[in-house]
Nanobody, 122 residues
Framework: QVQLVESGGGSVQTGGSLRLSCGGS????????ISWFRQAPGKEREWIAA??????DPYYSDSVKGRFTFSHASYTLYLQMSSLKPEDTAMYYC?????????????????WGQGTQVSVSS
């Protein structure tokens, strides 16, 4: 069973930064799409960033492009979040898709972490 574990969430003020981590088994680090999603209270889950462990550049949604950066080292993936805004407040999840085809649809992801909370105050 593949497990993903997120960490790094917390509370910051507007303009602050956080770095989220997503750890998983070696399996997902070969030819999987790893995405970050977030879900704010009362809203649907939103895709925000993706990275293919088989190579290539990350993808970002317009809502985070230029502020969030996906990176990886060993078997951990990171989402560096800068210039945070109150509207970034949400539960953040990492997810893995066993396919070479990119998708931003949560139903097409095979493995999920438990989530880590990010709160941004004004």
């Amino acid at each position: 069973q593949v497990q993903l574990v997120e960490s790094g969430g917390g509370s910051v003020q507007t303009g602050g930064s956080l770095r989220l981590s997503c750890g998983g088994s070696e399996y997902i680090h070969h030819n999987h799409w790893i995405s970050w999603f977030r879900q704010a209270p009362g809203k649907e889950r939103e895709w925000i960033a993706a990275f293919y462990t088989g190579g290539g550049d990350p993808y970002y949604s317009d809502s985070v492009k230029g502020r969030f950066t996906f990176s990886h080292a060993s078997y951990t993936l990171y989402l560096q979040m800068s210039s945070l805004k109150p509207e970034d407040t949400a539960m953040y999840y990492c997810a893995a898709r066993n396919s070479p085809v990119f998708s931003q649809w949560e139903k097409e992801y095979d493995y999920w972490g438990q989530g880590t909370q990010v709160s941004v105050s004004s």
